[in-house]
């Protein structure tokens, strides 16, 4: 157990809809990243936060969004959904004060658009 | 993070020795290894990190030159259940994206 939490583990949807995906890091983690993982593909990320502010983007598409609340956990929420939407989405948390790069992941979400 | 290039993927027999080694030839000074194991449909997790010389762990150990261009995570005695994706990282987290690679996908044989 990496002490992240993910919810839901599993959601299926109708394309054009919206989801909110939440992460709540480790106890003591200020830094929240996002992945989308989608099949047999690599992880590509999405966005960080750190301590309620946007840290980095990444690959992240305008339809997707997200924010990191004041108790440190984070929601991603994904809008008008597209078949392409559908992949597992990961949520990692850091130590603070240490080195290297050493982030801790969830189960992930597995977003089925359909 | 700095980059780096590791083998796509690799294939073993169970009870082996396994090393995947991972190229990184713009390591700065003040950067880390870092080595990740991703099984499928699961978030990856960390196994092993170093910054010079030889880290050994329960999961693994990561040999490290003096040049720090490259580094080697070795698997002892593998089984099955090592079947995954390694990810090699090199970079200090604070100020960085975690951006992972392909990684090298280990297949072990029975």
């Known amino acids: 157990d990496s002490g992240v939490t993910q919810t839901p583990k599993h959601l299926i949807t109708a394309t054009g809809q919206r989801v909110t995906l939440r992460c709540s890091p480790r106890?003591?983690?200020?830094?929240v990243y996002w992945y989308q993982q989608s099949l047999d593909q690599g992880l590509q990320f999405l966005i960080q936060y750190y301590n309620g502010e946007e840290r980095a983007k990444g690959n992240i598409l305008e339809r997707f969004s997200a924010q990191q609340f004041p108790d440190l956990h984070s929601e991603l929420n994904l809008s008008s959904l597209e078949l392409g939407d559908s992949a597992l989405y990961f949520c990692?948390?850091?130590?603070?004060?240490?080195?290297?790069?050493?982030?801790?992941f969830g189960q992930g979400t597995r977003l089925t658009v359909v | 993070l700095a980059k780096t290039t590791q083998p796509i993927s690799m294939d073993s027999y169970e009870g082996q020795e396994v090393n995947i080694t991972c190229s990184h030839n713009?390591?700065?000074?003040?950067?880390?290894i870092t080595w990740y194991q991703q099984f499928p449909s699961q978030g990856p997790r960390f196994i092993i990190q170093?910054?010079?010389t030889k880290v050994t762990n329960e999961v693994a150990s990561l040999f490290i030159p003096a040049d720090r261009k490259s580094s080697t995570l070795s698997l002892p005695r593998v089984s099955l259940s090592d079947t995954a994706v390694y990810y090699c990282?090199?970079?200090?987290?604070?100020?960085?994206?975690?951006?992972f690679g392909k990684g090298t996908r280990l297949h072990i044989l029975p």
């Open positions: 990282l090199v970079g200090v987290y604070r100020d960085d994206k975690i951006i």
């Open positions: 170093g910054y010079k």
């Open positions: 106890s003591g983690d200020l830094s």
């Open positions: 990692a948390s850091s130590v603070v004060g240490g080195t290297g790069v050493e982030a801790f």
């Open positions: 713009n390591i700065a000074t003040n950067d880390y």
